[in-house]
């Protein structure tokens, strides 16, 4: 279980300026829950979970994995960025095990592993390519196999399909949900799709804007297996009605409704 607990975190700008990205924010997780988050732009989201992660110390306040105190990274989590963050001169295996090797598991147990996950994500007979071969999405899918060579028990996916196409997007999201449902670990996911968020979580989170904390948490009342998101946001009422309700909340946070509508 990840429990945040009053966090807050200051940043000082170029200017000088002391910027309070997130003040006072509680939130609680539990075990294998898939929680999602939205919020708008500035909001704090990608500072909450580079704090979960143990890479950005905070202010105030404290962030609880289990029941243990985060002092910085840790075996227990894993991180998807947007940017796919690969090793550009190594191959996908390489990619894959590197964090395995970093943690001393030896060469024939890595790659064991790291061709297991290959196969998971749909990139057999590509574990020799170089990244810059690849496509955006095939180097996302690369990621997302790197963070669960390591075998976390917390998965945090910062926009980790923000800059793909819909497309790709699609098959993506099938992929994590069908290993998700395989291995059922925590994850935190932050996107900028308000569908996204609904047909993925078991429970949305939205983040008021900057300073962040926590406006609102919907639980999303869809059943699973949810092999395919597609069907979900084209046939399920709720899907189309839950992404509805979520837009006119996130909408009360945005500049130009704050600001009774009109543009400066």
């Excluded at 170089?130 to 899918?141: I, N, V, W």
């Excluded at 084209?234 to 009360?252: I, M």
Aim: charged share 25%; glycine share 10%.
């Amino acid at each position: 279980m990840i429990e945040v607990k009053g966090l807050t975190k200051k940043f000082i700008d170029k200017n000088g300026t002391t910027v309070e990205a997130v003040a006072d924010l509680d939130l609680t997780v539990q075990d294998n829950e898939f929680v999602t988050v939205l919020g708008p732009s500035g909001c704090g989201k990608t500072t909450l979970l580079r704090c979960i992660a143990g890479l950005t110390r905070w202010d105030q306040g404290e962030i609880l994995i289990d029941g243990n105190p985060v002092r910085g990274p840790g075996l227990d989590r894993a991180m998807v960025f947007q940017s796919f963050a690969l090793l550009p001169w190594a191959t996908v295996l390489r990619n894959i095990t590197f964090g395995l090797e970093l943690r001393g598991a030896d060469r024939e147990t890595r790659e064991d592993k790291a061709m297991e996950l290959i196969g998971a994500v749909g990139l057999a007979d590509f574990e020799h390519n170089l990244p810059g071969t690849l496509s955006g999405g095939m180097q996302q899918r690369v990621g997302l196999a790197r963070a669960l060579a390591v075998e976390p028990s917390v998965l945090l996916m910062d926009e980790p399909f923000g800059a793909l196409d819909e497309q790709t997007r699609r098959l993506l999201q099938e992929e994590l949900l069908r290993i998700w449902e395989a291995r059922r670990i925590t994850v935190v996911f932050i996107t900028h799709s308000i569908e996204e968020a609904v047909i993925l979580g078991d429970r949305v989170v939205v983040m008021t804007p900057r300073p962040g904390r926590i406006d609102d948490i919907t639980n999303v009342p869809l059943g699973r297996p949810r092999a395919n998101p597609a069907e979900y946001a084209a046939a399920t009422r709720t899907v189309a009605e839950l992404t509805a309700t979520l837009w006119e909340r996130l909408k009360q946070h945005q500049p130009d409704s704050r600001a009774g509508g009109t543009r400066s």
